[in-house]
């Protein structure tokens, strides 16, 4: 048994190095910065990352980890493999997404890509259920489910060797005292030892009835008798440790054994696959070299390599990447880099090509065809009306009224009100809201509102905005992509846009009963246009939207006083926003209601605090502020 021991223990010994690198009990939590590869307008940018318990997850700095990651893989399915030209690079591949990354150093490159490995096999055998715990010594039914690493189980043997020694010394000194007590059993017979007290053996020794025990002899032989069935008791129970051991040791074993067959397959169909793209490259270098009427390496290659094109599947996973940019380690031949430069150059053409169709048509809607002559504007003009009505309209907070309106939002002037509103599982809820604000004219308010080339100062949600028709020097028609709010899907929304001056004498104005000095009008309502084409990874909305405002000056203006010597904080601003908006898609019914009660208010409020701060130094504006169209394609 010892001996079976020992060859353990060397077999520890011997697998030591491999338990470095594959110390599947616990694997190494590494850290560190690294440089990533964001996108071509950025390029490298320096990340902190993190492989720990299977997940490799990065910050912007060491500072922001406690702010949570900015993204993360499993790297249990993900592929790590190191470039073939760049010593310091590797590149994480899982599913579409490429996690380009390199190090300052060789060496540490092949630290993080030997702890990816450490990583993947520990997750690999935890999903197959082979590693053992690390709780207990003892013989029991739970030790038998316990899972260990190998180290672990080699120093139980340990221990039950050390257990085995101590049995073995014990018995062999017992039995080396029966072998004196044997010799000198003529001795005890004759009764030689008169000295001391004479004891009679009643089972302690097995000794004839006639044979008599001084006191000597016990003290000589006494300590070397044995608890038998303890004895017994302890030997099975270490031999049956030993084998519940060992059998454990052998399943580690054989599990290990089953992870490396799995990493060959997974090397040898790599080198199948490789092996048929050799021969891909070399049939597509034979059909050069007979189409080309036997050119040389030189015309086809660099040196003696030939040239050869990048198969589809490897354009697909490393599209975007360093791979595919200017450079020294460029995989793009001459024919792709080229293909590529000239599909950008006709792009950016398409791009003049629209700026230029889109620019002739607003000079020809602005300079030949009247707004009312337009095909769009008898609808403009009634949404208009309609918009104005519905503006004016008194709300009724009635529970018991029908269609009446909710009050979700009070901040001061500020209310908003909301009516709930659902068709086919889609949230329509109508959202009213009345504000009062000082300092600024309702022509001011509504020309920030109004004009795209403002849009951006103020409308944080807006990535990109297109004018595709210009009606008339107040009128519209507009395409905006909205930003992306994970996770839900990107909105965008064509819309024309339209501004109003409303006279005084309106009908609706009217019927108030504080009339007020002017009042301007926006309206904005979703049209259709043969340029802004549905992209099938956005969602569009549909959105019927009106800001109505109205100055009013407090005091009012004394008899003979004019407009011109009146002070910024005598004006007074009641702007009303009304809004139906379907987004489209499909989202929780609580989320949006959540989302709109918490974007709308924040949204007049800001807004209106921003005209304000903008006009303040600026002379009072009741009229005359116009739009200077910079470009027809506007990027926040």
Known sequence: MSTDIASATQLSEDDSDDEKNLNLRNPPVMQGVLSKWTNYIHG????????????LSYYRSQGDASFGCRGSISVSRAIVKAHEIDECRFDVCLNDSVWYLRTERCDVKHQWVDAFELHKENESLNRHGSTVSLSSNSVTAAAAKSSKGLRDKLAELETYRDILIKQMDALQSFFDACSDLSKNKSLLCNGSHDSGDVVTAEGELPVAPEVTLTTDMLDKYGASVLDFKGEALTFKATTAGIQQ???????????????????????????????????????????????GGGVGAA?????????????????????GGPDYEEGPHSVMGEDEFYDAVESTLDK????????????????AASSVVPSVQHPLWPDINRMAEEHLSLSLEKISVDPNEPGSWMLFHEDGEMKLFRKEVEEDGLILDPCKGIHKVCGATAHEMTHYFWSPELRFDWDVTVEQLTILDSIDDNTIVIHQIHKRVWPIAQRDCLVWSHVRRLDRDHPELKKLSDPPYD??????????????????????VDARTCFLCLTYIEPPLAEGETIETISRDRLIVKVTYTSAVNPGGWAPASVLRAVFKREYPKFLKRFTQFVV?????????FDGLKVVNKSNILRG
């Open 348 to 363: 950016m053409d398409e791009e003049d090509e629209l700026r230029d169709r889109l620019r002739q048509r607003r000079n």
């Open 519 to 540: 009042a301007w009008l926006v309206s904005n309502k979703s049209t259709s246009h043969p340029d802004a084409i549905l992209d099938p990874n956005r969602v569009r």
């Open 245 to 291: 051991t060992l059998a454990q040791c052998v399943e580690i074993l054989s599990q290990r054994e089953e992870a490396y067959k799995r990493r060959l397959e997974k090397e040898v169909e790599r080198r199948k696959c490789a092996e048929e793209r050799v021969q891909q490259y070399k049939a597509q270098v034979e059909e050069c070299g007979v189409s």
């Open 613 to 621: 701060d903008k006009c303040k130094d600026q002379p009072i504006a």
């Open 299 to 319: 015309a086809v290659g660099i040196g003696s390599m030939p040239r050869v094109t990048v198969p589809a599947d490897a354009r697909g996973m490393m599209l």
């Open 44 to 55: 490298w940018q320096d990340r902190y990352f993190v492989l720990r318990d299977g997940t």
